[in-house]
């Protein structure tokens, strides 16, 4: 059944899902100091507040404010606001600091793009970690979810993997926003098929949802050594973990977080993009939702996001 939501409901969603993201990003983040150990989540112990977010948040911040301003993404202002707003100390990649530099000292977004990695364009994880916001924002429209996040991604990702990690990253966030006001938690099996469809085959992104469905139930040392955990930084050895942690968990919010700290890597990031999707589904503060003592532990987001 199609229908339309009204602005409101959009930004409530994405909303939750912004929630869902920064609190696994900051609560990831803590686990890459000596203070803490994936033991310790597990346990139900939780690091010290507050828990500093990282780039992944303050991207998927400007993201939000990009979609609150005029209801889709304008690259051209985007990327002035990726600039504008980058803060170094919040652990953004040297391949990303220099597209950013670029744009900021005038170079417009396009020819910054695609001058990363001698010209390749950059296949690196940072679309898709920003965009589970925008996915649920645009829960009535895969279709538009997906070309809203091919939009928002090249403005620092030209090449296809990158995209692609993006696209499929919204889409999962759309349909669980969808199955959310639906009432319905789709079968593991049946979210990531519709992942894939949205995706064009070809791309090692596509090829990696594909695999995660046939390990649906399998111990994650194994999904880990088959689909990555985000150590490359890629979208390839990122994104496929990611969907096969939402699926597995969608209805739990606590469960995906311990899951991506468990598998290790770049568990910033994957606690983002997964705890992004989940909590479009979930809520926030709502039985396997995001914990409102999470939430308040979690560093506030910046004043203009807010």
């Not at 990009?66 to 002035?80: K, M, V, Y």
């Not at 900021?104 to 396009?110: E, H, K, L, S």
């Given at each position: 059944?199609?229908?339309?939501?009204?602005?409101?409901?959009?930004?409530?969603?994405?909303?939750?899902?912004?929630?869902?993201?920064?609190?696994?990003?900051?609560?990831?983040?803590?686990?890459?100091?000596?203070?803490?150990?994936?033991?310790?989540?597990?346990?139900?112990?939780?690091?010290?507040?507050?828990?500093?977010?990282?780039?992944?948040?303050?991207?998927?911040?400007?993201?939000?404010?990009?979609?609150?301003?005029?209801?889709?993404?304008?690259?051209?202002?985007?990327?002035?606001?990726?600039?504008?707003?980058?803060?170094?100390?919040?652990?953004?990649?040297?391949?990303?600091?220099?597209?950013?530099?670029?744009?900021?000292?005038?170079?417009?977004?396009?020819?910054?793009?695609?001058?990363?990695?001698?010209?390749?364009?950059?296949?690196g994880n940072g679309a898709a970690m920003r965009v589970g916001p925008l996915g649920a924002y645009f829960a009535d429209s895969t279709a538009r979810a997906a070309a809203q996040a091919r939009v928002s991604a090249e403005v620092t990702h030209a090449h296809p993997e990158g995209i692609a990690g993006a696209v499929a990253v919204a889409v999962a966030a759309a349909l669980a926003a969808r199955a959310r006001l639906d009432g319905h938690r789709p079968a593991p099996e049946r979210l990531l098929a519709g992942i894939a469809a949205a995706l064009e085959p070809g791309t090692e992104v596509h090829r990696s949802v594909s695999r995660a469905a046939g390990l649906l139930g399998r111990p994650l040392d194994r999904v880990v050594a088959e689909l990555g955990n985000g150590s490359r930084v890629t979208a390839q050895d990122t994104v496929g973990f990611t969907l096969w942690v939402a699926a597995t968990h969608l209805d739990d919010y606590p469960a995906t977080i311990q899951r991506c700290v468990q598998a290790g890597g770049d568990l910033d990031t994957t606690a983002a993009i997964a705890g992004a999707i989940v909590a479009a589904y979930t809520g926030v503060g709502t039985p396997g939702g995001v914990p409102e003592s999470w939430l308040s532990a979690r560093e506030p987001l910046p004043t203009w996001a807010a």
């Open positions: 059944m199609s229908f339309t939501l009204f602005v409101d409901a959009r930004l409530a969603l994405a909303r939750d899902s912004l929630a869902g993201l920064s609190t696994g990003d900051a609560l990831g983040a803590q686990f890459f100091l000596p203070r803490a150990a994936p033991t310790d989540l597990a346990g139900g112990a939780l690091p010290p507040a507050p828990w500093e977010w990282t780039d992944d948040t303050e991207m998927a911040c400007s993201v939000l404010a990009e979609l609150t301003h005029s209801g889709g993404i304008n690259p051209d202002r985007l990327a002035l606001a990726f600039a504008g707003r980058c803060s170094p100390l919040r652990g953004y990649g040297a391949g990303a600091m220099t597209i950013l530099r670029l744009i900021r000292a005038g170079t417009p977004w396009p020819l910054a793009a695609a001058s990363a990695f001698d010209g390749q364009g950059s296949c």
